[in-house]
């Protein structure tokens, strides 16, 4: 069966980066919808990066311009590189998936995807 598993994260400056990863075994990444979520204590999941089938991307209005999306099809792995990472960054990160034709939008509600990393932390220190 599909499994998403991350790795990655851990705790860094403002100002400084990161970049997660998310191993996909059971299906190839360029046969399904994907995309990133970060999550804080009693907050909904927040979508920040999607990606279709070809590795096309879009973010969300916090992250556009600070984070990159991407697909390494060799490894069949999922990646997100987060630079100035600023505090408000501070979540655990989540990738997430579904098998589709063809992705559609709203990319960013998490009730469109069904297989789901086990998340990974990143702090970010003032």
């Known amino acids: 069966q599909v499994r998403l598993v991350e790795s990655g994260g851990g705790s860094v400056q403002a100002g400084g980066s990161l970049t997660l990863s998310c191993a996909v075994t059971g299906y190839p990444i360029n046969g399904f919808c994907a995309a990133w979520f970060r999550q804080t204590p009693g907050q909904r999941r927040e979508g920040v990066a999607g990606l279709d089938q070809e590795g096309r991307t879009v973010y969300s209005d916090s992250v556009r311009g600070r984070f990159t999306a991407s697909q390494d099809n060799a490894k069949n792995d999922l990646l997100l590189r987060m630079d100035r990472l600023q505090p408000d960054d501070t979540a655990v990160y989540y990738c997430?998936?579904?098998?589709?034709?063809?992705?559609?939008?709203?990319?960013?509600?998490?009730?469109?995807?069904?297989?789901w990393g086990q998340g990974t932390q990143v702090t970010v220190s003032s």
């Open positions: 997430a998936a579904f098998v589709a034709g063809f992705c559609t939008t709203p990319w960013d509600d998490e009730h469109e995807y069904v297989y």
